[in-house]
Nanobody
Framework: VQLQASGGGLVQAGGSLRLSCAAS????????MGWYRQAPGKQRDLVAD???????TYADSVKGRFTISRDNAKNAVYLQMDSLKPDDTADYYC???????????????WGQGTKVTVSS
């Protein structure tokens, strides 16, 4: 199972970016999917999470600006980021709780980081 993330880049403050992440491989089911971020010298923190039924959780710092969504048919999760601020600059990682076909238990998978840089 692999998670492939894309969509990072450089944007000015107030701008928008959309991150995408798709899971591939021998997948039986996916529970929660989400996005975390890690700024230089800081720990990796949750940005937003979405369950397989669509319930969402957001970090206080992004509420009202970021929107998480998923497409269960495509095993994909998205993060629409609006009104970006310099403090949003970080490496963004997608995460999924996956039950692989061969394991039949939940395993945490991470995508590679995608860099988001917001200039002031």
């Amino acid at each position: 199972v692999q998670l492939q993330a894309s969509g990072g880049g450089l944007v000015q403050a107030g701008g928008s970016l959309r991150l995408s992440c798709a899971a591939s491989g021998s997948i039986f089911s996916i529970s929660d999917m989400g996005w975390y971020r890690q700024a230089p010298g800081k720990q990796r923190d949750l940005v937003a999470d979405i369950t397989n039924t669509g319930s969402t959780t957001y970090a206080d710092s992004v509420k009202g600006r970021f929107t998480i969504s998923r497409d269960n048919a495509k095993n994909a999760v998205y993060l629409q980021m609006d009104s970006l601020k310099p403090d949003d600059t970080a490496d963004y990682y997608c995460h999924a709780e996956v039950v692989p076909m061969t394991r039949r238990k939940i395993i945490n998978y991470w995508g590679q980081g995608t860099k988001v840089t917001v200039s002031s």
